[in-house]
């Protein structure tokens, strides 16, 4: 018999791991203890459901690893000494102007991540460029979404996913490229899954693996790693010389039709030839281009198999060029959705970034950047300009001698970013690295001098977007652990540290760093506007998606607390004659392909026990129970040449360095082809490739060569 705990009080709350944004509610027991959580079934999202992650998320507030108090050392290399927060701020803020005053403004950078709450982000962006004076200031986002932000740039005039998952229940035909769902997205997974069975449309899969999803799909397209822009081009053939396009949308809402139509009807492109380059069956791509421009509501989903990419934002705007060519954009069940990573990925993309201003304002533009000037009472002169680093250009420069000093928030690029032998390097040549996080055994810590405990998310009030654009509310449920402070707290009190001679006022709460962002919103030509929400209406509804005008609440009448579930309704884009870019995308292979040194193709991804690096799962019973272990999955005939066994342990190497795994036997991944989990510490991104998209600067994770060999089994 399973003892009940016994539940005094539910707290409201939203999941903090990944992008589906799942209604959670906290259990607390008499002594106001967590011991349980559950979905909560009002919610629009997830209608009562979590997945493992949500449910056991209750088991890490208090798990070994967490921060107490601040430690300080002098030397990476001496052990930490317990600090008090004024010292350890202050020492932040003595080296950050120190390294300042000697290197110059930019020799300092900032890396925070997509687990924070939105007004986090918010307010450290104005920490960062009001106070600290540069742009060297990145999430961990770039790691994950950089080419979905690109793309939708590129071909819309805007970031933003268009759609919403209550397209899956319109759609007559849905296309996911490297997405897999059941693993990444499980809650997302469950709402696609419900809506196929009622209406059962054919559901296309791309992924070189044959991963969960496309063991559920109706036609799984095993493709060339790196090469969806070929098959893409090869589908848009087929549509143009069928007649199958949606000419009066492309005449009414896209520029460069004639451009794209007389690059996709090249040869190359032909299904006879595309097939060789991309590794999918001509009559395979034929098929799946009629049906996809046949049906008549039709969306592309897409996750990291597209985003970490040297293609990423081109294979991006190549799928809205296949949705626009089909009419498939603004309309129900016809959409371009990427499917974002982290909790709060669309957080940074929507309020803070290297390259952005609040409310997707445009650092590089000038009137842009002196209303945010304005707002926030900097001076003009001082308003850093220069395009910042992202943290894929931050390590390099670091190498180099151009940075110095480094704040990590709630990131760990000793696990996460590729060719981690790398980034070592590049930690041990800082002068001065500062870690906040809410564990203090994350990896990245051994390098750092200072060290600040932060709360976790149910210790903190705030908003989360998710995927679908929903904004949803965090409540405090329970107070800081140890001497842990919320991360909102931290920026402010390091904001006083520094006075440049301006004065920049810092909301005291959350709520006023939310209401300064509701004005910053607001415009005519900005779709991110979410004025017309309160934390009140957001926990009321369950989440509120934007935009949410507060011009036209009246309009919604029994709509009530909806905002507008789709963009781009009307065909107006926001590019400057309000059409929509279709992108020329001539394919050039630059993936680092196979050979016969380096014979087999190295794929990573998530499993459904892991999220970020494991600073958190890796603490949680079940999660680290079922997936404990580094392994590396691999076809049963390759094993067999090599006279390889299930789980025997080899080595597998690549140019940039190697790791030592276990073997699982599976027909899942092709014979010249391996897969490990990413979330593993010193494990698969010893071997990854550095190489960026030149757009997004997302890294190459999915696309790079490896050799296996047997290691001594005593
Ligand atoms: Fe949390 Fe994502 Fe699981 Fe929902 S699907 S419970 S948001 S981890």
């Known amino acids: 018999v399973i003892p009940q705990k016994k539940v005094a009080e539910w707290k409201y709350s939203t ?26 079934a009002g919610a629009d999202v997830n209608r009562g459901k979590l997945c493992i ?24 290399h001496h052990a930490f000494q317990p600090a008090s ?83 899956f229940e319109h759609t007559e035909c849905l296309m996911a490229f490297g997405s897999n769902l059941p693993e990444q997205h499980p809650i997302i997974y469950w709402r696609l899954k419900e809506a196929k069975e009622k209406r059962n449309f054919p559901l296309i899969v791309v992924d070189p693996r044959v991963t969960m999803l496309a063991q559920f799909a109706d036609i799984h397209l095993p493709i060339t790693p790196g090469t969806d822009c070929v098959l893409i081009n090869s589908m848009l053939h087929v549509i143009f010389k069928e007649g199958l396009e949606d000419r009066a949308y492309l005449e009414a809402h896209t520029n460069n039709l004639s451009e794209l139509e007389a ?9 006879i030839h595309a ?42 705007a190549n799928i809205n060029n296949l949705n626009l060519c089909t009419g498939n954009i603004g309309i129900p069940g016809g959409t371009s959705l990427s499917i974002t990573g982290q909790c709060n990925a669309m957080g940074t993309r929507e309020w803070s970034s290297c390259s952005g201003l609040p409310g997707y304002r445009v650092l590089e533009n000038a009137e842009q950047r002196q209303e945010i000037a304005d707002f926030w009472g900097i001076d003009p002169e001082f308003f850093p300009k220069k395009r910042g680093l992202t943290e894929t250009d931050i390590f390099p420069a670091i190498e180099t001698g151009e940075i110095k000093g480094l704040w990590l928030v709630a990131t760990n690029p000793m696990t996460s970013m590729p060719n981690t032998p790398r980034i070592r390097k590049a930690m041990e040549k800082l002068e ?24 976790v998310w149910a210790e903190k009030e705030g908003c989360h977007t998710n995927t679908e654009r929903r904004v ?24 006083k540290r520094f006075d440049n001679g301006h004065v920049i006022h810092f909301p005291d709460t959350p709520e006023g760093a939310f209401e300064e962002m509701k004005t910053l919103s607001v415009g005519s030509d900005r779709t991110l506007d979410i004025s017309g929400m309160s934390y009140d209406k957001i926990e009321q509804a369950r989440g509120i998606q934007w935009p949410y005008r507060a011009s036209e609440e009246g309009r919604k009448g029994q709509q009530g607390l909806r905002g507008d ?5 009307d065909g107006k884009f926001q590019t400057p004659n309000g059409k929509a870019n279709l992108i020329c995308v001539d394919f050039v292979n630059n993936n680092e392909q196979p050979c016969d040194e380096y014979p087999f193709w190295l794929n990573s991804g998530r499993v459904v026990e892991h999220f970020h690096t494991r600073t958190r799962t890796g603490k949680i019973g079940n999660c680290n129970k079922y997936s404990p272990t580094p392994y590396m999955e691999m076809n049963p005939d390759a094993a067999e040449e090599l006279g390889i066994q299930h789980q025997q342990y080899v080595r597998l190497t690549s140019r940039r360095g190697d790791a030592v795994v276990m073997v699982q036997l599976t027909h899942r991944v092709a014979r010249n082809a391996v897969f490990i989990p990413f979330h593993f510490h010193d494990c698969v991104n010893r071997l990854t490739l550095g190489l960026l998209d030149p757009y997004s600067r997302q890294p190459a994770f999915k696309q790079c060569s490896a050799r296996i060999e047997k290691v001594d089994q005593q």
């Open 53 to 76: 992650k949500g449910l056991l998320e209750h088991e890490l507030f208090e798990s070994p690893g967490r921060g107490t108090q601040p430690l300080m050392r002098d030397k990476f």
């Open 275 to 316: 097939q060789h380059e991309c590794g999918i069956d001509e009559d395979r791509i034929r098929t799946v281009a009629r049906l996809y421009a046949n049906a008549g509501a039709a969306m592309s989903i897409w996750t990291m198999g597209i985003n970490q990419s040297t293609h990423g934002s081109d294979g991006v």
């Open 85 to 167: 927060w004024d010292q350890a701020m202050d020492k932040t803020a003595d080296k950050i102007k120190e390294i300042q005053t000697k290197y110059g403004r930019d020799a300092f950078a900032v890396v925070s991540t997509g687990q924070l709450l939105t007004e986090e982000f918010y307010t450290l962006g104005k920490l960062v460029r009001g106070c600290i004076g540069t742009n060297n200031y990145d999430g961990n986002t770039t790691l994950c979404m950089a080419s979905a932000v690109s793309g939708y740039k590129r071909s819309f005039g805007a970031d933003g996913p268009p759609g919403c998952y209550g397209d």
């Open 263 to 271: 690059l996709v009807l090249d040869k190359r492109y032909d299904p």
């Open 472 to 495: 949803n509310l965090v409540r405090n449920a329970l107070p800081s652990y140890a001497d842990s402070k919320p991360d909102f707290w931290i920026f402010n009190q390091m904001a």
């Open 565 to 569: 579930p789709r963009l781009y309704t």
């Open 15 to 40: 999941c903090n791991y990944c992008s589906t944004g799942c209604a959670i509610e906290i259990g607390l027991g008499d002594d106001g203890k967590v011991v349980t959580s559950r979905g909560h």
């Open 432 to 455: 001065f690295l500062v870690v906040q996080d809410c564990y203090e055994d994350v990896e990245t810590n051994q390098y750092s001098h200072v060290y600040l405990p932060a709360s």
